[in-house]
């Protein structure tokens, strides 16, 4: 029998964990400017090519790697309202409070930091840490707050407006996942088109939105879907992690762009699939860096970008590689102290909320 927990699917926590990861890796080598540059679809020399023109790409495939969360966020929240009666009335103010507490006081932080390592356009920096030089006006500080546009005070922000924005219509998205679960893999097929037509056609919420109903259908066939045997398993892997990275290894042609990135979101759903239902991928995520990394994921997503801004706004000119080697350590040690007192007891908040409104148990909750 498989060595699986019962309840949560704790290997999507290590999931998590290693998408984060991602995240910051991706922030750490964008201030390297060959990296920005390519980060930006330029040119790039050497060796580094490699590392951005190719499935190798994965390692700090920031963005791609959001995209998983959106799927994941789809998969966790949609599976327990699937499973047991939700109860609306407890869930909004619970989990309001669990994004948003978090969230103002980690604007609060890099507010602090931009004052106090001021962000400034010098020509040997990366044109992404250039970008942060923008000034701070009080509305792109109401717009931080609120979630509705976030400014780069802490770039990595906008992808909670999505996540906020899902969380609002999470009814609409369980109901679309209970009406539809005998064909699921069509509701999943069809967030798939829908947001590769958003993003062909630059529509942010039809872009954005549908990811997660790709997670909601994953969880609405979630107990439908078998378990991967264990060659399917090693051949799905190298094909999704390749597969998540297409855009920037396939040729870039206008024409079949939407076709590569319905694969990008396909092999986003696949990994998902992979982290809950194959064996030796379990395994990986179960053990201690990805669980520990999980357990951190929201605190680290939300403080690393300010924390490795400032240090390569203090860093010397001939220190630009060496900002690896500070940022990350840094920025875990802030997400550890962050988690502590700022998310767990946000956390505590908004389970004590829900309690408090409802007579039923909690639903548990996930970012």
Request: avoid cysteine; charged fraction near 10%.
């Amino acid at each position: 029998m498989r060595d699986r927990p019962t309840g949560r699917i704790g290997s999507l926590d290590g999931l998590r964990g290693v998408a984060a990861a991602v995240v910051v890796v991706h922030h750490t080598l964008l201030t390297i400017p060959a990296f920005s540059d390519g980060n930006y679809r330029a040119a790039v020399p050497g060796w580094a090519s490699w590392l951005v023109y190719s499935p190798a790409h994965v390692l700090w495939a920031g963005s791609e790697a959001v995209f998983v969360f959106f799927v994941l966020s789809g998969f966790v929240l949609t599976l327990p309202a699937l499973r047991r009666s939700q109860d609306w009335i407890a869930y909004y103010p619970s989990r309001l409070v669990r994004l948003y507490l978090p969230v103002l006081v980690s604007i609060g932080l890099a507010l602090a930091l931009f004052f106090l390592v001021p962000r400034q356009d010098q020509p040997h920096q990366s044109y992404w840490i250039n970008r942060h030089a923008e000034p701070l006006s009080l509305h792109s500080l109401f717009n931080d707050v609120t979630l509705l546009s976030p400014s780069l005070v802490n770039s990595p922000l906008w992808s909670l407006t999505w996540e906020v924005f899902f969380s609002l219509l999470l009814p609409l998205f369980v109901s679309i996942a209970a009406v539809t679960r005998r064909w699921w893999w069509a509701t999943g097929i069809i967030g798939i088109v829908l947001s590769s037509i958003g993003w062909y056609e630059h529509v942010l919420w039809l872009t954005y939105l549908p990811m997660f109903l790709i997670g909601s259908a994953l969880a609405a066939g979630w107990e439908r879907i078998p378990d991967v045997g264990t060659l399917v398993g090693w051949v799905l892997l190298p094909a999704s992690l390749a597969g998540i990275t297409a855009e920037w290894w396939l040729p870039d042609d206008a024409w079949w762009s939407p076709a590569v990135r319905a694969i990008v979101l396909a092999s986003a759903g696949v990994i998902v699939v992979l982290a809950g239902k194959w064996l030796p991928a379990e395994r990986f995520l179960l053990g201690g860096v990805p669980r520990e990394l999980g357990r951190l994921s929201f605190s680290l997503y939300l403080v690393h970008e300010p924390v490795t801004v400032s240090l390569a706004n203090l860093l010397p000119a001939t220190f630009p590689s060496w900002l690896i080697v500070v940022a990350i350590p840094i920025g875990l040690g802030v997400a550890v102290v962050f988690s502590r007192f700022v998310e767990l007891p946000a956390h505590r908040l908004a389970k004590r909320i829900a309690k408090t409104l409802s007579t039923k148990p909690p639903v548990p909750q996930a970012v």
